[in-house]
């Protein structure tokens, strides 16, 4: 019988940076071992799992390898060094990620010492027929861009009639090109949908304060999954060590969906109804967008969608205690119109110039949210905000407007300005920069569209929870996207670093 690839066993322990504690002692070991070398053969059966996932780790030292090889080499100059926890009981090789080195000096004591975060990050670059490796490594300093969040675990203590959101969070790269108004996120090169799926899922944890082994179903909507086939649900399930977990496996329902820009909108539905199931045995459910939108370089059949592509995702919790906005409402609307669109095997996407405005976006945006409102008996005026899909500035104010929204209802929503239109992720940043913001109490109506087409409208209403959890968050929009440590990148870097590794 062949042992399982070493993909798979590094993964396992390195994605979620599993390590092992002896419960004699208290000694720590970065590998796998079933007995402790202080105390021996008495600790047989006395090792215990821990995870460093969520943990603040101090990078004690390191060093500048000014010339990779190998499967390095896309990386370019890069930072090791070997990082600290608990105190220094142990200690780990480490890569500082989300660092462009230039051909200055390299000074290592301006960062060790420093604390620093985990990251889930690909390990190196493989060919295209290879398991892309991923690991949790690498490191981001904890004191600027992507702030230490503690991971607490917080009992629930209301349940609600009507299922909802019960934690949320957002992510995106903390390096921008900006061209004009629009600015746009960059992933670095270690990143791609899956990375910024499970940040965002992360996020949503710590601000529900759930523990993660009671979500019973994951959905990641994406439409630039890395593989052509195999899910990347699975690999977000078991990062996140979502579902109760046996040996090395989750008990958890992972699936992934694609619809264009509306993979993850389609699914709240979803989450809605299981959670509000009794049979189903689900108490929560989680969906994720997230998108390194794609897009032809300019100059190439498909290459104007460049001036808008961005990077990032969002994560939301569903369920029925602790909720911080119900669902009151949904209506969907579909049509076979082929707006936009990537043939198999085709690295970048297509789409149908002006057919893509009136006979697509507007047309379904105009219908789901028209409808919505009829089935609920509301008018623009009933909403504190309107959230629409935002795959560039014009058309979000444009049909905003046309439905009787005011600017201070759904300005607050479009973020693509900001971070760029991240496809499966658009709407759901909109909505989260919402929730950031919103009152109790309040009606909020989110419309998302996705080509092909499609429409989702849902009519959300604010509970008290919203104000009660906001303390728990670092991490918001505002954060993301005002903040004094996002890096400028020139057009050249901005294409090398969407390519990845």
Same mark, same amino acid.
């Given at each position: 019988?062949?042992?399982?690839?070493?993909?798979?066993?590094?993964?396992?322990? =390195?994605?979620?940076?599993?390590?092992?504690?002896?419960?004699?002692?208290?000694? @720590?070991?970065?590998?796998?071992?079933?007995?402790?070398?202080?105390?021996?053969?008495?600790?047989?059966?006395?090792?215990?799992?821990?995870?460093?996932?969520?943990?603040?780790?101090?990078?004690?030292?390191?060093?500048?390898?000014? /010339?990779?090889?190998?499967?390095?080499?896309?990386? =370019?100059?890069?930072?090791?060094?070997?990082?600290?926890?608990?105190?220094?009981?142990?200690?780990?090789?480490?890569?500082?990620?989300?660092?462009?080195?230039?051909?200055?000096?390299?000074?290592?004591?301006?960062?060790?010492?420093? @604390?620093?975060?985990?990251?889930?990050?690909?390990?190196?670059?493989? /060919?295209?027929?290879?398991?892309?490796?991923?690991?949790?490594?690498?490191?981001?300093?904890?004191?600027?861009?992507?702030?230490?969040?503690?991971? +607490?675990?917080?009992?629930?203590?209301?349940?609600?009639?009507?299922?909802?959101?019960?934690?949320?969070?957002?992510?995106?790269?903390?390096?921008?090109?900006?061209?004009?108004?629009?600015?746009?996120?960059?992933?670095?090169?270690?990143?791609?949908?899956?990375?910024?799926?499970?940040?965002?899922?992360?996020?949503?944890? %710590?601000?529900?304060?759930?523990?993660?082994?009671?979500?019973?179903?994951?959905?990641?909507?994406? @439409?630039?999954?890395?593989?052509?086939?195999?899910?990347?649900?699975?690999?977000?399930?078991?990062?996140?060590?979502?579902?109760?977990?046996?040996?090395?496996?989750?008990? %958890?329902?992972?699936?992934?969906?694609?619809?264009?820009?509306?993979?993850?909108?389609?699914?709240?539905?979803?989450?809605?109804?299981?959670?509000?199931?009794?049979?189903?045995?689900?108490?929560?459910?989680?969906?994720?967008?997230?998108?390194?939108?794609?897009?032809?370089?300019?100059?190439?059949?498909?290459? /104007?969608?460049?001036?808008?592509?961005?990077?990032?995702?969002?994560?939301?919790?569903?369920?029925?205690?602790?909720?911080?906005?119900?669902?009151?409402?949904?209506?969907?609307?579909?049509?076979?119109?082929?707006?936009?669109?990537?043939?198999?095997?085709?690295?970048?996407?297509?789409?149908?110039?002006?057919?893509?405005?009136?006979?697509?976006?507007?047309?379904?945006?105009?219908?789901?949210?028209?409808?919505?409102?009829?089935?609920?008996?509301? +008018?623009?005026?009933?909403?504190?905000?309107?959230?629409?899909?935002?795959?560039?500035?014009?058309?979000?104010?444009?049909?905003?407007?046309?439905?009787?929204?005011? /600017?201070?209802?759904?300005?607050?929503?479009?973020?693509?300005?900001?971070?760029?239109?991240?496809?499966?992720?658009?709407?759901?940043?909109?909505?989260?920069?919402?929730?950031?913001?919103?009152?109790?109490?309040?009606? %909020?109506?989110?419309?998302?569209?996705?080509?092909?087409?499609?429409?989702?409208?849902?009519?959300?209403?604010?509970?008290?929870?919203?104000?009660?959890?906001?303390?728990?968050?670092?991490?918001?929009?505002?954060?993301?996207?005002?903040?004094?440590?996002? @890096?400028? %990148?020139?057009?050249?870097?901005?294409?090398?670093?969407?390519?990845?590794?």
């Amino acid at each position: 019988m062949s042992s399982e690839p070493i993909e798979r066993r590094v993964s396992y322990f =390195g994605d979620r940076l599993r390590s092992i504690r002896c419960n004699i002692c208290g000694k @720590e070991y970065f590998e796998v071992r079933d007995y402790c070398g202080k105390c021996g053969r008495k600790s047989y059966g006395k090792m215990d799992n821990i995870s460093l996932f969520y943990d603040k780790g101090k990078l004690e030292f390191c060093t500048l390898i000014d /010339e990779p090889t190998n499967k390095f080499n896309k990386l =370019g100059r890069y930072i090791f060094g070997i990082v600290s926890f608990h105190n220094g009981k142990i200690r780990v090789p480490a890569r500082i990620t989300d660092q462009i080195l230039k051909d200055d000096p390299f000074d290592p004591t301006k960062l060790e010492g420093r @604390e620093v975060t985990p990251r889930f990050r690909r390990r190196y670059a493989v /060919e295209k027929n290879e398991v892309i490796p991923t690991i949790s490594l690498a490191f981001t300093l904890a004191d600027e861009y992507y702030p230490h969040q503690e991971y +607490k675990i917080i009992q629930p203590t209301k349940d609600y009639e009507l299922p909802g959101i019960v934690g949320y969070g957002s992510y995106s790269s903390r390096f921008r090109i900006k061209e004009g108004d629009i600015e746009r996120a960059v992933p670095y090169i270690d990143e791609d949908s899956v990375t910024a799926a499970v940040e965002a899922g992360k996020h949503a944890l %710590i601000h529900a304060g759930l523990d993660s082994s009671l979500i019973g179903k994951i959905y990641v909507g994406s @439409e630039s999954n890395p593989y052509a086939v195999k899910p990347i649900a699975s690999k977000v399930a078991q990062v996140l060590q979502l579902g109760e977990q046996t040996d090395d496996l989750q008990s %958890i329902d992972a699936i992934d969906t694609e619809f264009a820009c509306k993979a993850a909108t389609s699914m709240f539905k979803d989450a809605c109804a299981l959670v509000n199931y009794p049979r189903s045995n689900i108490n929560y459910a989680m969906v994720i967008g997230a998108d390194n939108s794609q897009a032809a370089p300019r100059g190439y059949p498909g290459g /104007e969608l460049d001036a808008f592509v961005g990077y990032g995702g969002a994560a939301y919790i569903f369920g029925k205690k602790d909720v911080i906005a119900e669902i009151e409402n949904w209506y969907s609307c579909t049509s076979d119109t082929p707006d936009f669109w990537r043939r198999d095997g085709e690295q970048y996407p297509m789409h149908g110039g002006r057919y893509t405005g009136d006979p697509a976006y507007h047309k379904h945006i105009r219908k789901a949210a028209k409808k919505m409102m009829e089935k609920s008996n509301m +008018k623009p005026g009933d909403f504190a905000y309107f959230v629409p899909h935002q795959p560039n500035p014009t058309f979000p104010a444009r049909i905003a407007k046309e439905l009787g929204f005011k /600017e201070e209802q759904y300005m607050p929503a479009i973020q693509m300005t900001k971070i760029g239109n991240t496809y499966s992720g658009a709407a759901l940043i909109g909505l989260a920069a919402i929730l950031d913001i919103a009152k109790p109490d309040e009606h %909020i109506l989110v419309t998302s569209y996705g080509s092909g087409a499609g429409s989702d409208s849902y009519i959300l209403r604010t509970t008290k929870q919203i104000t009660e959890k906001r303390s728990r968050q670092k991490i918001n929009i505002k954060t993301l996207t005002e903040n004094q440590y996002i @890096e400028y %990148i020139d057009y050249p870097t901005y294409r090398r670093l969407k390519q990845g590794m």
